[in-house]
């Protein structure tokens, strides 16, 4: 409880049907859909992972990656505090997708946002290599150059999901507690709740009727 | 068989063997189209059968039979009427069935028949069909003709039995166009008559009152017997109806209480209520109805003085027929109101639009064939198009005003209300029906006057021309061409569904305690509002879908 927590606004990006939402739903609730329905809009959901002495709060925002939806990335990236930029591993073309996305993300993004490029259905490469048409080397390589965090997931298998995250919230600095105690409002802590638990809340004796 | 059977019938009658020559029975003289039936009609009807032993009935024979009689089996032939038709020997002729052979198909469906209880045959044409394509019924007699008076039912396939001469897929059709103006005319006149009547009663009680008061003169007393004389005067006019038996009024159903009274209708004397708010009768001022039906031929004129304040009760049954439609032949005749006026004036201005419209699309059209065949464009049709779109431009400008000015009247009743909103729409559609495809003309134009540079001074300054005729076109249209629309309307779609999602996100973690999600999730549906209200106002008039 006495835990500092820090809320980061976090985006997902990339091409449609490559993974994201799935990914979202693999980190949030350990679950995998077979067969999902594509995301409209933008959807949002929340984690609290302990990092450390930290507890990170995740405010993501899983946005669709139909084209016709491309109007509403900027307000969600545009003060996002990390990005997560999705391609599927068995689509070329999804990474050329995530390429534009890394370099909108430099151009149009907060000036220290923080970057991990994401390859997303490995599982279907473990069974077969053949499958493979993005080089893990190219997908470092990208990585290095433009200074992004790098991971090879699969959403379906779970493999590598939780360690994306930790890698984000590793990276972003986190508040000590007396930048805690002026932060907006909007980052409501854990410190300023009611703790119902405490016996100073009760008036009186638990369970005991008025009359 | 067939021979000898029809000689031992009757030596004396020579039996024609020609198929066409008609058959008669030697001994009732009954008429017979094949020698199979005048057997069986000897064999059963005269008893020959009995005499011929069955030594005769070859095979073949009973094949016949089987292949003659099989729609006994069929279950819709198996009725009385049929059934004892066909075993009583009048049998339809079957020369003209046509064979059949395994393997042969059904004519409709076109599947294989192997077996011969498989087939039918069609005792119209004779084709062969399968059970399930030859299950129309149709009256066919001897010859195998359509016959709807005497003839017998028999199986048939469906093309026969759409072809038959009188058949309707819609079922029989009876034009009571007739009965129906009869009728009508009838009651047309029937109201003509009655309306009469009642404008009759009307005139002769209104000069009878006017007769009477002035009659009465001034004193105390005439004034308080000329009420019981206008009494009995319209009591003598028009029949009244029995009040002790009318329990409920007339017109609205209302039944009578203490305070529910009954009333008269002097016109029509049936017992009413005087309701205010069904307004089954009322009071009506006789100067009043004087003066709507000032074409009724009074012999007394209204007294000037203002104390002449007699009225009648009129229900409104009798109130309509005697004032509505004088009060539509009056209205038709009067001015129309200000708002109609400048309707007819929208609708000329529309008409000239649309005159103009079609030749400058062409032009248009020529002017685009010309760029994409590098050629320079027709100086001519640049100069005549100029002049096209200067006029369009006018008429739209001021079809806009007209439109403007026409919602700023304030309607005087609900009908013109409603007018109103719909002239709204139609004038409203009509500009952005009509403007949109006016937005392909700045590319177009755009270009050829940049390619146009070398080409003649006079072409050269019609297209500058144009071009700032384009430019106040597109002033009027908020800076923004078809595709710049196109793409702001999607984005606003997309936007305003963003924003339905994230107030069902919100309703959710509300319900769910959550209440620092539910700050998220407003503050981004304020800035996706605020965008939509940027987008919107960008697209001005073109926003609506």
Redesign the interface.
């Known amino acids: 409880m006495s835990k500092p927590v820090t809320s980061i606004k976090l985006v997902l990006l990339g091409e449609a049907a490559v993974g994201k939402s799935s990914i979202v739903l693999r980190f949030v609730s350990d679950d995998f859909s077979e067969n999902k329905e594509p995301t409209?809009?933008?959807a949002?959901l929340?984690q609290r992972v302990n990092i450390n002495d930290h507890t990170v709060k995740f405010?993501i925002w899983d946005t669709a990656g139909q084209e016709?939806?491309a109007?509403?990335a900027p307000?969600y990236y545009r003060n996002a505090q990390a990005a997560l930029v999705v391609y599927d591993v068995t689509k070329p073309q999804s990474f050329i997708k995530a390429r534009h996305w890394v370099k909108e993300l430099h151009e149009q993004a907060s000036k220290n946002i923080i970057i991990a490029l994401v390859g997303n259905k490995v599982d279907i490469v473990d069974e077969n290599e053949e499958e493979r048409k993005v080089a893990r080397e190219e997908a470092e390589k990208l990585a290095e150059e433009e200074g992004l965090l790098f991971f090879e997931t699969s959403a379906k298998t779970g493999a590598n999901i939780n360690e994306v995250f930790m890698g984000i919230g590793e990276k972003i600095p986190l508040k000590g507690p007396e930048e805690e105690a002026q932060g907006s409002?909007?980052n409501?802590t854990d410190d300023q709740r009611v703790n119902l638990d405490s016996p100073g809340n009760a008036d009186g004796p638990a369970g005991a009727c008025s009359c | 068989m067939n021979t000898s059977n029809a000689y031992i019938a009757g030596d004396q009658v020579d039996i024609p063997h020609s198929e066409n020559a008609q058959l008669n029975c030697p001994i009732c003289f009954k008429p017979f189209t094949t020698l199979a039936e005048l057997n069986e009609h000897l064999d059963q009807d005269h008893g020959f059968q009995n005499e011929i032993e069955s030594q005769n009935k070859t095979t073949e024979r009973i094949e016949t039979s089987q292949r003659v009689q099989p729609s006994k089996r069929n279950p819709r032939n198996a009725n009385n009427h049929n059934s004892k038709l066909e075993s009583s020997g009048k049998l339809i002729s079957n020369r003209h069935w046509k064979k059949f052979t395994p393997g042969s198909k059904c004519n409709d469906c076109k599947r294989q028949l192997k077996k011969t209880s498989e087939v039918r045959n069609c005792r119209k044409c004779g084709n062969i069909y399968c059970k399930r394509h030859c299950a129309n019924v149709i009256r066919l007699n001897m010859k195998a003709e359509y016959d709807p008076k005497n003839g017998t039912w028999y199986s048939c396939c469906h093309s026969c039995y759409e072809l038959r001469p009188g058949y309707n897929d819609f079922g029989g059709r009876v034009d009571l166009t007739d009965t129906f103006s009869n009728t009508r005319n009838k009651m047309n006149v029937d109201k003509e008559l009655r309306k009469l009547q009642i404008e009759n009663r009307l005139v002769r009680i209104i000069d009878g009152i006017i007769k009477l008061y002035i009659a009465a003169g001034d004193g105390v007393m005439a004034i308080m017997t000329l009420d019981y004389q206008i009494s009995n005067l319209e009591k003598s006019i028009t029949p009244w109806k029995d009040d002790t038996t009318a329990l409920n009024c007339n017109i609205c159903r209302t039944n009578f209480t203490i305070l529910q009274r009954r009333h008269h209708c002097r016109l029509c004397g049936s017992v009413v209520c005087d309701n205010k708010n069904t307004d089954c009768s009322n009071e009506i001022l006789v100067r009043f109805l004087r003066r709507i039906t000032a074409d009724l031929p009074y012999s007394e004129k209204v007294p000037t003085s203002s104390e002449f304040d007699k009225s009648i009760r009129i229900c409104s049954s009798c109130f309509d027929m005697v004032y509505t439609s004088r009060k539509f032949i009056v209205d038709v005749q009067s001015e129309p109101s200000a708002l109609i006026l400048k309707y007819y004036n929208l609708r000329s201005l529309s008409e000239v639009i649309d005159s103009i419209l079609p030749r400058f699309e062409e032009l248009l059209s020529n002017m685009e064939i010309a760029k994409e065949l590098n050629k320079p464009p027709n100086a001519t049709e640049i100069s005549e198009m100029s002049k096209f779109r200067e006029r369009l431009l006018r008429s739209f400008t001021s079809y806009n005003i007209l439109a403007k000015q026409l919602l700023a009247i304030t309607p005087a009743n609900i009908s013109e209300k409603r007018i109103q909103a719909s002239i709204q729409t139609v004038s409203s559609n009509y500009i952005a029906e009509k403007i949109l495809p006016m937005k392909n003309i700045p590319t177009i134009l755009g270009n050829s006057t940049s390619s146009n540079e070398s080409s003649t001074a006079t072409s050269l300054a019609d297209s500058e021309h144009s071009k700032i005729e384009v430019k106040k076109l597109s002033d009027l249209m908020n800076n923004l061409n078809v595709k710049e629309i196109k793409e702001y309307r999607e984005e606003l779609m997309v936007y305003k569904e963003q924003s339905f999602m994230l107030q069902s996100m919100i309703e959710k973690s509300k319900r769910q305690r959550n209440f620092d999600e539910v700050q998220i999730l407003s503050q981004n549906l304020q800035d996706i509002t605020t965008r939509i209200h940027d987008i919107q106002g960008k697209l001005g008039e073109q926003g609506f879908e």
């Open positions: 409209i809009g933008a949002f929340t405010e016709r939806f109007s509403l307000m409002g909007l409501v």
